[in-house]
Nanobody, 124 residues
């Protein structure tokens, strides 16, 4: 059972930046960030597999960067140029590599391990 603990959420004005972190209890080859806004379905933000192969949702490309520190089993999400529509609860998730390669990765249904979430609020 992989345990995930997120941190780094908070409130920021539009155009600002935040950095989220997620510490895993053990090494996992596929990790991802997801988010869910009130009244909306969960959506994928991005994933990393084998420590460096990343993919992103179109809505965050060029603004968000995922990185992974394998030595500490820590996943990061650097969020720049934040917009009010980025406001959501952000979750870290982990899975086998097949989940990261899946064409339906953004749904998150192939990820069995989830953190408790950290809130990001962007004001205009």
């Amino acid at each position: 059972q992989v345990q995930l603990v997120e941190s780094g959420g908070g409130s920021v004005q539009a155009g600002g930046s935040l950095r989220l972190s997620c510490v895993a209890s053990e090494y996992t080859r596929c990790m991802g960030w997801f988010r869910q806004a009130p009244g909306k379905e969960r959506e994928g933000v991005g994933t990393v597999v084998w420590d460096s192969n990343t993919r992103y949702a179109e809505s965050v490309k060029g603004r968000f960067t995922i990185s992974k520190d394998s030595a500490s089993n820590t996943l990061h999400l650097q969020m720049n140029s934040l917009k009010p529509e980025d406001t959501a609860m952000y979750y870290c998730a982990a899975a086998d590599p097949s989940a990261c390669y899946s064409g339906s990765w953004s749904r998150g249904s192939d990820f069995p391990y989830w953190g408790q979430g950290t809130q990001v609020t962007v004001s205009s």
